[in-house]
């Protein structure tokens, strides 16, 4: 059973940077793709993820956080990143790691999910 746990999540400023981490474990194929979901207060978990890394490294973001978000992983460490920069108010939202040994890329339909973690941009 794949688990994943978040971290990283906070409050800060407009403007302001946060990094997300998600340490997997579990799962014994060495080929996994990974992404983040985000739920913003009052709403549905998007159906879209904000941005997807798949089995050979490529990434894929959501136009609301290209050029601001960056998605990596760290293999020899079973953890997935999510650098968050000039973050903005409208990006407050839990937010979701979620895999799958099939499915890859912002719409896919990822069958493992961790409990989330929340962040907070203040105006």
């Known amino acids: 059973q794949v688990q994943l746990v978040e971290s990283g999540g906070g409050s800060v400023q407009a403007g302001g940077s946060l990094r997300l981490s998600c340490a997997a474990s579990?799962?014994?194929?060495?080929?996994?793709?990974m992404g983040w979901f985000r739920q913003a207060p009052g709403k549905e978990r998007e159906g879209e993820g904000v941005a997807a890394i798949d089995f050979d490294g490529n990434t894929s973001y959501a136009d609301a956080v290209k050029g601001r978000f960056t998605i990596s992983q760290d293999n020899a460490k079973n953890t997935l990143y999510l650098q968050m920069n000039s973050l903005k108010p409208e990006d407050t939202a839990m937010y979701y790691c979620?895999?799958?040994?099939?499915?890859?890329?912002?719409?896919?339909?990822?069958?493992?999910w961790g409990q989330g973690t929340q962040v907070t941009v203040s105006s």
């Open positions: 579990g799962y014994t194929r060495s080929r996994i793709c």
């Open positions: 979620a895999a799958d040994m099939i499915g890859c890329g912002l719409s896919a339909e990822y069958n493992y």
